[in-house]
């Protein structure tokens, strides 16, 4: 065992009950003998600020950000890492003596098992529910890959002009819908790639997308990893489409964000067994 001073991590966020992050990462540790833990630490919205202050107390040296505080955090961020300031979405933090260093390895996380199934992205037309922190990463990702054309639906009215000119700092053309407009631009388009980005799902909620809108060439991406089968995977298996399970963005997240922490190449084979015994 590795006598050094033991190092705490953590995964902040609400709802966070739900989250596999301190099996994956504990289970790491274990593994490689390290002296080290992670914990799950319930902030709420309104709670951030005063959270971040306690987390620095207790000398944290690094954490996880979920919903809803991936955008809020930029506030607390003393120097970014990547792009991830031009993302405008934060999920991995180090803290350096109470210096916070923001990265987001939700890009790599999303892309990684498309780029695994060899889907060609440039050939793509793609429907994107949302436009949280995550949605931000998947557009980021799409700019790289160059997809044919992103479709982002979004609730609120005063999201459109953000999403274009979000879409502008990564030089993508995307086009906006409202989410209650789904069905009826379907008819004008076939989507190869439905990504759900809303946490949807999350409590066994209907999905936002029809019957009518998935085939068995339709690939469903639903990054709610928990439950694994959403009411959209359930639909999509229903339906003979290509299924890519939320687990898959989570642990290739993960591993990078272990990266980070660490500078130490994952135990990605670890970490997937630890996330599916969490199910």
Same mark, same amino acid.
């Not at 089968?229 to 964000?257: C, D, F, P, V, W």
């Given at each position: 065992?590795?006598?050094?001073?033991?190092?705490?991590?953590?995964?902040?966020?609400?709802?966070?009950?739900?989250?596999?992050?301190?099996?994956?990462?504990?289970?790491?540790?274990?593994?490689?003998?390290?002296?080290?833990?992670?914990?799950?630490?319930?902030?709420?919205?309104? +709670? &951030?600020?005063?959270?971040?202050?306690?987390?620095? *107390? #207790? @000398?944290?040296?690094?954490?996880?950000?979920?919903?809803? %505080?991936?955008?809020?955090?930029?506030?607390?961020?003393?120097?970014?890492?990547?792009?991830?300031?031009?993302?405008?979405?934060?999920?991995?933090?180090?803290?350096?003596?109470?210096?916070?260093?923001?990265?987001?390895?939700?890009?790599?996380?999303?892309?990684?098992?498309?780029?695994?199934?060899?889907?060609?992205?440039?050939?793509?037309?793609?429907?994107?529910?949302?436009?949280?922190?995550?949605?931000?990463?998947?557009?980021?990702?799409?700019?790289?890959?160059?997809?044919?054309?992103?479709?982002?639906?979004?609730?609120?009215?005063?999201?459109?002009?953000?999403?274009?000119?979000?879409? +502008? &700092?990564?030089?993508?053309?995307?086009?906006?819908? *409202? #989410? @209650?407009?789904?069905?009826?631009?379907?008819?004008?388009? %076939?989507?190869?790639?439905?990504?759900?980005?809303?946490?949807?799902?999350?409590?066994?909620?209907?999905?936002?997308?029809?019957?009518?809108?998935?085939?068995?060439?339709?690939?469903?991406?639903?990054?709610?990893?928990?439950?694994?089968?959403?009411?959209?995977?359930?639909?999509?298996?229903?339906?003979?489409?290509?299924?890519?399970?939320?687990?898959?963005?989570?642990?290739?997240?993960?591993?990078?964000?272990?990266?980070?922490?660490?500078?130490?190449?994952?135990?990605?084979?670890?970490?997937?067994?630890?996330?599916?015994?969490?199910?």
């Amino acid at each position: 065992m590795n006598n050094n001073k033991l190092k705490t991590f953590a995964v902040i966020g609400d709802p966070i009950d739900h989250t596999l992050s301190p099996a994956i990462h504990n289970t790491a540790f274990k593994f490689l003998k390290m002296n080290c833990n992670y914990i799950a630490y319930k902030i709420k919205r309104h +709670e &951030l600020e005063s959270g971040i202050k306690s987390l620095k *107390l #207790i @000398n944290i040296s690094g954490f996880n950000v979920t919903i809803p %505080h991936k955008v809020a955090i930029l506030n607390h961020i003393n120097k970014f890492g990547d792009d991830c300031n031009k993302v405008g979405a934060i999920n991995t933090v180090i803290n350096d003596q109470s210096n916070l260093i923001g990265y987001n390895t939700d890009i790599v996380g999303f892309i990684t098992p498309l780029l695994q199934r060899n889907i060609p992205l440039p050939n793509c037309d793609i429907l994107l529910l949302g436009f949280g922190g995550a949605a931000r990463a998947v557009i980021a990702a799409c700019a790289k890959e160059n997809v044919r054309n992103l479709i982002v639906a979004y609730r609120n009215n005063q999201n459109k002009e953000k999403i274009l000119q979000y879409s +502008e &700092l990564f030089n993508i053309d995307v086009k906006t819908i *409202l #989410i @209650n407009e789904i069905y009826d631009y379907a008819h004008h388009y %076939h989507y190869d790639l439905i990504v759900n980005a809303t946490p949807i799902g999350l409590n066994n909620e209907p999905s936002l997308i029809n019957d009518k809108m998935i085939d068995k060439h339709t690939i469903v991406y639903d990054l709610v990893y928990r439950p694994m089968n959403t009411n959209l995977i359930k639909q999509a298996k229903k339906h003979n489409s290509r299924i890519i399970y939320g687990y898959e963005m989570l642990l290739h997240q993960a591993a990078q964000s272990f990266e980070l922490w660490h500078n130490r190449k994952a135990p990605l084979d670890i970490m997937k067994q630890a996330i599916l015994r969490g199910f």
